[in-house]
């Protein structure tokens, strides 16, 4: 939960005790609980509920899944992420460079969450010495210093999972070549792999044009993050995926819509 490591080193850094919960887990003496939620669903709704139930006035909550107004002070914002709170990312760092986007699809709460895209974050302070990066910016090449981040990351040979997806409609030849020289990864860091995006079944051919600039092979790992259940019928879908499975080396994570 990236929202939490921010107000944990602010808490640390005034000598405070904090520590992390996980499932049902429950702290008898806590003074404070902070819980960050990103989805409405009723599971979410309910973890909320019980954390309620048990620390009462003592729990500050926020996230998209809470209220889209809702942000943390500035100077709180701005520290480095505590990564004690996740050892368990070890050499690996979390965050984002750029948040926002420009387009206002009637399915994303982006937008109207985050606004137009700007850059609240550098390498230095990300990466805290790290050398790996999972990377949460919302449409990163919507940014117009994308290219110069990506020259970054080629420069500081960091491996990076572009998590949220990039957005292939922003692809030209010369960000083709570039991100080819970017060491993209799976989640896991354990092999090579990009994410892309495919909402609908508009400009197919536009996108297969873009997608041969990179020069892709069988042997690439090339993710498309699915979306269905918003405007597209089945037959739509199949589409999708038959395209999909036309491209060398391209494959498919589905994701239903889920109305906020």
């Known amino acids: 939960n990236r929202a939490l490591m921010t107000p944990s080193r602010h808490l640390t850094e005034q000598g405070r ?3 992390l919960t996980r499932g049902e887990e429950r702290v008898h003496a806590a003074e404070s ?13 309910a973890r909320l509920a019980r954390l309620r ?7 500050a909550t926020g996230g998209s899944g809470v209220d889209l107004a809702a942000r943390l002070p500035p100077e709180i914002e701005a520290l480095p992420a505590d990564y004690a709170l996740y050892p368990e990312l070890k050499d690996t760092a979390l965050g984002f460079l750029t948040r926002g986007c420009p387009f206002h699809c009637p399915f994303c709460l982006v937008p109207l969450k985050e606004g137009p895209p700007r850059q ?16 949460l910016d919302d449409n990163l090449l919507a940014h117009p210093q994308a290219d110069a981040f990506l020259e970054e990351m080629v420069r500081r040979e960091i491996q990076v999972n572009f998590t949220q997806t990039l957005d292939l409609r922003l692809v030209n030849r010369e960000r083709a070549e570039l991100l080819r020289r970017v060491r993209t990864s799976n989640l896991r860091f354990t092999r090579r792999a990009i994410h892309f995006s495919l909402n609908n079944a508009r400009g197919l051919e536009k996108l297969r044009d873009k997608y041969e600039l990179f020069g892709f092979t069988r042997h690439d790992n090339v993710e498309f993050v699915c979306m269905y259940g918003f405007d597209t019928t089945l037959e739509q879908d199949v ?7 036309s491209l060398p080396g391209a494959y498919v994570f589905v994701q239903e819509h889920r109305p906020v």
């Open 239 to 245: 589409a999708r995926f038959r395209f999909l499975r």
């Open 33 to 45: 609980a902070f819980a960050s939620s990103v989805f409405t669903g009723a599971p979410s709704a």
């Open 17 to 19: 005790k904090v520590v």
């Open 120 to 135: 609240v974050s550098d390498f230095d302070a990300l990466l805290q010495g790290r050398p790996k990066l999972i990377l």
């Open 53 to 59: 139930q048990w620390y009462g006035d003592g729990l």
